[in-house]
């Protein structure tokens, strides 16, 4: 029996249409990968689980859960910076 095991990993960034750049969270390393090999609709800022072996990409599998996490985090810093720039105006 196989001890493999999923790791997070987010879509980076996708170069021409036909890589795209992993950046797997707890090996704070970087994977290129054909986009083809992606599930469906992956793009830019999609959390995965990735089960990587020897450098290759075995299965990606969508993060749903993660990706919606995050997304409500940058939503709520992007709110506070706001919220901090327009009182800075006005006290200006």
């Known amino acids: 029996m196989s001890n493999q095991q999923f790791v997070s ?6 170069v021409d249409g036909i890589t795209a750049v ?10 290129e990968v054909p986009v083809d090999r992606l599930p469906p609709g992956s793009a830019e800022g999609l959390w995965l689980l990735v089960l990587v072996e020897d450098g290759e990409l075995i299965e990606a599998r969508v993060d749903p859960e993660k990706t919606r996490r995050i997304k ?6 992007r709110a506070l910076l706001l919220e901090r720039m327009t009182r800075g105006r006005r006290n200006n």
Not at 9 to 14: F, H, K, L, S
Not at 22 to 31: R, V
Not at 72 to 77: P, V
């Open 9 to 14: 990993a987010v879509i980076d960034r996708i």
């Open 22 to 31: 992993l950046l797997l969270e707890e090996e704070q390393a970087q994977l």
């Open 72 to 77: 409500e985090r940058i939503r709520q810093k």
